[in-house]
């Protein structure tokens, strides 16, 4: 994080003054909220959903506001695609959650964040990332949930969603063949589970 921060100061004049300060929020610093795990719950029983986005939402719920980075090639975007409604501010176009259309379930879990690049692929992301001249720091990223040796793993699902949402490239040889092999092996598996 410190890394992308000094980077991101000697890129853009001002910087300084408009990036808050990283704060630190262990999960099981956050509050337990029932009616936001039950919501979840019911999300995730109908097309499946990262577990983070439960524990995301109890954590909006204590301190305000935050910008959620949801994007077209996420799994949450089937979730929030036709419940938002588009508003501007100084920094342009974002989502939030528009509570007279929305699941009362999607509002519960989604209701105290903005989403500011709700309708970007991760390639046409990646295309402005290169325009505008940020192309150093985004490599700098992180995505992997089981990092092997400072390097992406292959084996995760944010693994597999970088080189699903064509990406791939941000993994090593190794990792993206690790990342073939292992979902072969996962259909297989399920695929036998299902004869049982």
């Given amino acids: 994080m410190e890394k992308i921060r000094t980077m991101i100061y000697e890129k853009i004049l001002e910087s300084e003054k408009r990036l808050k300060e990283t704060k630190v929020i262990q999960i099981n610093e956050i509050k337990e909220n029932n009616n936001i795990l039950r919501s979840y719950n019911k999300l995730y029983n109908k097309t499946f959903i990262g577990g983070q986005y439960e524990w995301l939402g109890r954590l909006s719920k204590e301190i305000g506001e935050l910008e959620l980075c949801v994007h077209k090639d996420d799994k949450a975007h089937y979730f929030l695609e036709k419940n938002v409604k588009c508003e501007k501010d100084i920094n342009g176009d974002f989502y939030i959650i528009d509570k007279e259309k929305s699941d009362g379930d999607i509002a519960n879990v989604f209701e105290n964040f903005k989403f500011p690049i709700l309708e970007y692929t991760k390639v046409q992301m990646m295309e402005e990332i290169k325009e505008k001249g940020f192309y150093e720091i985004m490599l700098n990223t992180w995505f992997c949930h089981n990092p092997k ?38 259909k297989i598996k399920n695929a036998l589970r299902e004869k049982m």
Avoid at 150 to 178: D, H, Q
Wanted: proline residues 5%.
């Fill in 149 to 186: 040796n400072g390097k992406p793993c292959g084996m995760c699902n944010p693994c597999t969603y970088t080189i699903e949402e064509g990406m791939g490239f941000r993994l090593e040889k190794l990792a993206r063949f690790k990342n073939r092999f292992y979902r072969i092996e996962r």
